[in-house]
Structures are given as structure tokens and as C-alpha cells.
């Protein structure tokens, strides 16, 4: 069955959304969209190049050949803004920041955020980035047998992000936030479906409350911050400095107050969920594939020896990276992507209204038949020799793709090897639970339930 654990390559098969069964009446949809966004990508994104959907007067299109994909992203990315979806649902909380603003304005906060993002900026940053995995490996040695790792996961890439961002950030404060951006986004599925269906913004919802008071408190805290650190005199030398320090090379001017706090906002938001999403289903892979697990750890300690992981290890274990990707491939942190034409346009051949709603569905073109073999099945020798060849650029798209790629890629690839690297170099997982776990779309892909497993430590 799915989600149980196997032996063998390919053997496994990870947990999977169940699909909508179709034909859908409005009421069903709606039910099923705010239950699991992602089950109601109609199946033909599976097979074909693309599918699509009309709610009412409203016409969804969902481009699954990764040339359509391209064609949206990269080539014409000028013609698409971000959904009202995405605006609506993240302005609330994040501003008008580089993950929801347009223009001229995104473009001079991705600027000014461009060198904390830097490789040799973050490399500088790795034992930074590890220590909080290192300190989950010395809490759970002293303490083996079943934890939560969600919970667990969540906790740590906060700490990642606070510690090589915001050193002075109290870890109360930091676990606050979090908490803040977790209880806005569990009714979010509400909004996305008002959205996609074109119900007025007024419409109540279960959670619209929680979601405004969640809002409020997120801002208040990386507010108080942003003033704290105005005054203080002693610079910390983290990556919130250098944004506080960046200046644009056509205005020399620095982020104002309100950009920060929304830049703030929009790393930690997408910075940590994303990556705590993509650690935990990988542990519970591993947790599936004993024999996998082993060969992996067998090879971290090889390449690191009893010292913790360094920046030169990272190139040197690409069988962890490939299982990262694997995992992603098959449980994507970011499923879907939404994007309005700003005109009519043709993509492929095909007519696109200007009040066509564009669903990237990276979960079906990550299980495209057309594009994987035996595409349920996990297997990371997929990725051995790199991903970009010779398969099409968005076959594989976890980041996105174009000029709105993720800014934090390559500190969450560097941040998830050492984490992973770390905790399998020490800790064996087993499965816990018989129930494979059931991942439900929340803007990113989390487990619905807690997730357990059992930790045995490594002699
Ligand atoms: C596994 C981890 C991650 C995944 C899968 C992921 C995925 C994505 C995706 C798919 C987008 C594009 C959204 C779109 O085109 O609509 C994006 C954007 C973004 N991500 Fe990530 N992300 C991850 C980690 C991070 C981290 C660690 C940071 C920062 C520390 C970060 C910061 C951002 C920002 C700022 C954007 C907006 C970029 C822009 O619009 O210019 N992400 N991410």
C-alpha cells in the first residue's frame, strides 16, 4: 500500500492526495477544494499537456507540459502578475513584500535582498544553519524511542532562519511568530477556494478571525524588531543586517521600515514552513526505506567522520541531495503556483482570457505520466548527474521557475543536506504510526495529522 515501508529500489511509494473523483457539482468542489486545493487538479494534468476547468463563469487553466510552464514563467513572465489569490491571501500578513509585490517594487526589494542570498554569504552561515539540528540530536540521544517530527522539524528551521537572520530575535519571539503564521494559514484553504470561485472578499469563512488576529500579532512582533534593532548600538553581523545595510545601486536608498518588516515577515513565512514541510516527509521516506536509510547514514559518516557537517561536504554527498529532491518531487512544499494574464494572450496555441485564473500544478507535473516512469514510485537515482539534464527546465520545478524563482533555493538545499546529514549521521528512523501519514495542501504541503516516528540511536 502507499506510504508503507518497502525495500528495493523504487519499491515505495510515498503518501499521495487523493484525487476528486469528476464529474463535481459547484457544492462538491467547494467542498473538496477547501479540504485539499490540490485534489481538485483535474486529472488530465496527470497525462496531458494541460487541462482546464470553468466554476461558473469563472475558467481555470492548468499548463502541465513544462514547454506551457516555460512559456508562462520565463519566456512571457511579463504578461502574468501573481493571482489575486496569492495577493489577497498573503497581503494580509506579509505586505506588499517580494513574495506578493509587482513591478518596480519587486524588483527593488529582490535587489536589495539578493546578497544575504549570496553562495559564499550563506556558506559562511552553515554552522549557523546546522546548530539546530545539531542541538535536536543531542536532545533526542539523551531522550530515543517515538517524538513528533513535524512539530519538531517546524521548531528547527525557525531556529534556522531566526539564528542566521535575526540573531537578537528572542526564541520566544521567533517561536511566536511562527505560531502566528501556522494559525493563519490552517483556514487559508477557505480564502483560496472564495478565491478561485470568485465569491466576494466579505464572504465568512470558519478561521476568518484567527487569521486576522494571527496577522495582526506576526506583524506587531517583527515590528517591535525591526525598532529594537533601530536603536540598538552593537550590529549583530547576521543576514538582517546586510538587508538593513543594502543599498540600491540606481537610488542608494535602503529599505525603508515597512519594507523590512515585510521582507522579515515574507523569509520567515516562506523561508521555514517550506523547508520543515520538505525535512519531515523526507525523514518519513526514510523511515519507509530501512535499507535506503542505512546506505545514506553509512555514507554521511564516511564523508563527515565523527566532526559535524562543513561547506565542503555539501558537494560531497549528493546522495542526500537527490533523496531531498526525490522527496520533493513527489511531496512538493509548494504544489501550486497561481498567476492572472495582465492581457489575452496565447501560450502554446492556446487562447487565454485575462480573467483566466493560470494553475502551475507542480504536484501533477511532478507525477506526470509522461514525464517520469513509474512515476508514483520513489526513486532518487532520478536525480543522480543533476536534475536540469537532459529533462525539460520545469519537469521539475520545486523552487518555481523565471524571474520569481524561490530567492531562498539554494540556503534551503544547503540548510536541508546539513540538517538531514546531521540527524541520520546519529539518529536511525522507523515508522511509528501503521497510518501513513495524508499531506493536505495549505499553500505548502504539510502532513494533516502529527507526524511520529521512532528514533534509535546509531552505534
Ligand atoms: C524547501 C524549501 C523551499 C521551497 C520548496 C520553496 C519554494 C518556493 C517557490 C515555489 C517559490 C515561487 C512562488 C511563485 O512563483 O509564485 C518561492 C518563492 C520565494 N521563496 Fe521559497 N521555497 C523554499 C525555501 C525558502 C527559503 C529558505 C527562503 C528564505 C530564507 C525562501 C524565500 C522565498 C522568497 C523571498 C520568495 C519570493 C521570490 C520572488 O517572488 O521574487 N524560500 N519559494
Not at 550563506?122 to 531522550?143: C, D, G, I
Not at 517546524?154 to 542566521?164: D, P
Not at 526505506?289 to 555514507?299: K, T
Request: some cysteine; hydrophobic content about 40%; proline content about 9%.
Amino acid at each position: 500500500m502507499d506510504g508503507e515501508a518497502s525495500s528495493g529500489p523504487g519499491a515505495f511509494k510515498p503518501p499521495k492526495i487523493e484525487m476528486a473523483q469528476w464529474p463535481l457539482s459547484t457544492w462538491s468542489l467547494l467542498r473538496v477544494m477547501v479540504r485539499n486545493p490540490v485534489a481538485t487538479v483535474p486529472p488530465a494534468a496527470y497525462r496531458e499537456a494541460h487541462a482546464s476547468l470553468q466554476v461558473g463563469r469563472q475558467a481555470m487553466f492548468y499548463p502541465s507540459d513544462p514547454a506551457l510552464v516555460e512559456e508562462i514563467l520565463v519566456r512571457k513572465h511579463e504578461d502574468f502578475a501573481k493571482s489575486r489569490i496569492d495577493n489577497s491571501l498573503l497581503n494580509p500578513i506579509l505586505g506588499n513584500g517580494i513574495l506578493t509585490a509587482e513591478g518596480d517594487v519587486w524588483r527593488r526589494q529582490r535587489r536589495l535582498a539578493a546578497p544575504a542570498f549570496r553562495a559564499a554569504t550563506l556558506s559562511s552561515h552553515l554552522p549557523v544553519m546546522r546548530s539546530p539540528f545539531e542541538e535536536l540530536v543531542e536532545r533526542w540521544a539523551l531522550n530515543p524511542g517515538p517524538h513528533r517530527i513535524d512539530n519538531a522539524m517546524t521548531a528547527a528551521t525557525i531556529a534556522v532562519i531566526c539564528r542566521a537572520f535575526f540573531s537578537n530575535f528572542d526564541q520566544g519571539d521567533a517561536d511566536r511568530v511562527s505560531g502566528a503564521i501556522a494559525r493563519y494559514l490552517r483556514p487559508s484553504s477557505w480564502p483560496i477556494t472564495y478565491e478561485a470561485l470568485g465569491l466576494p472578499k466579505w464572504t465568512p469563512h470558519p478561521g476568518k478571525l484567527t487569521m486576522e488576529q494571527a496577522a495582526a500579532e506576526a506583524r506587531q512582533l517583527v515590528w517591535s524588531f525591526v525598532a529594537r534593532r533601530r536603536q540598538g548600538r552593537k550590529v549583530p553581523p547576521d543576514l538582517a543586517q546586510v538587508l538593513m545595510d543594502a543599498r540600491d545601486p540606481e537610488t542608494g536608498r535602503a529599505l525603508s521600515d515597512e519594507e523590512l518588516v515585510n521582507t522579515f515577515l515574507t523569509l520567515i513565512a516562506a523561508g521555514h514552513e517550506t523547508s520543515a514541510n520538505a525535512l519531515t516527509w523526507a525523514l518519513y521516506c526514510l523511515a519507509a526505506q530501512p535499507e535506503l536509510q542505512d546506505a545514506l547514514a553509512d555514507h554521511v559518516r564516511n564523508v563527515i567522520g565523527d566532526g559535524p557537517v562543513e561547506a565542503p561536504h555539501l558537494e560531497a554527498l549528493p546522495d542526500v541531495t537527490q533523496f531531498i529532491e526525490e522527496t520533493m518531487r513527489l511531496l512538493p512544499p509548494v504544489p501550486i503556483l497561481s498567476r492572472r494574464p495582465l492581457h489575452p494572450c496565447q501560450i502554446g496555441g492556446h487562447s487565454i482570457e485575462q480573467t483566466t485564473l493560470v494553475f502551475i500544478p507542480i504536484y501533477a507535473i511532478h507525477r506526470h505520466e509522461a514525464l517520469w516512469s513509474s512515476p508514483e514510485s520513489f526513486d532518487p537515482e532520478r536525480f543522480a548527474g543533476g536534475y536540469q539534464t537532459p529533462r525539460q527546465r520545469c519537469a521539475f520545478m520545486p523552487f518555481g521557475a523565471g524571474p520569481r524563482i524561490c530567492l531562498g533555493a539554494s540556503f534551503a538545499m544547503i540548510e536541508m543536506v546539513a540538517g538531514l546529514g546531521t540527524m541520520l549521521a546519529a539518529l536511525r528512523f522507523r515508522l511509528h504510526d501503521k497510518t501513513p501519514p495524508e499531506p493536505m495542501h495549505r499553500i505548502t504541503l504539510r502532513p494533516r495529522k502529527e507526524v511520529v516516528l521512532g528514533l534509535e540511536l546509531r552505534s
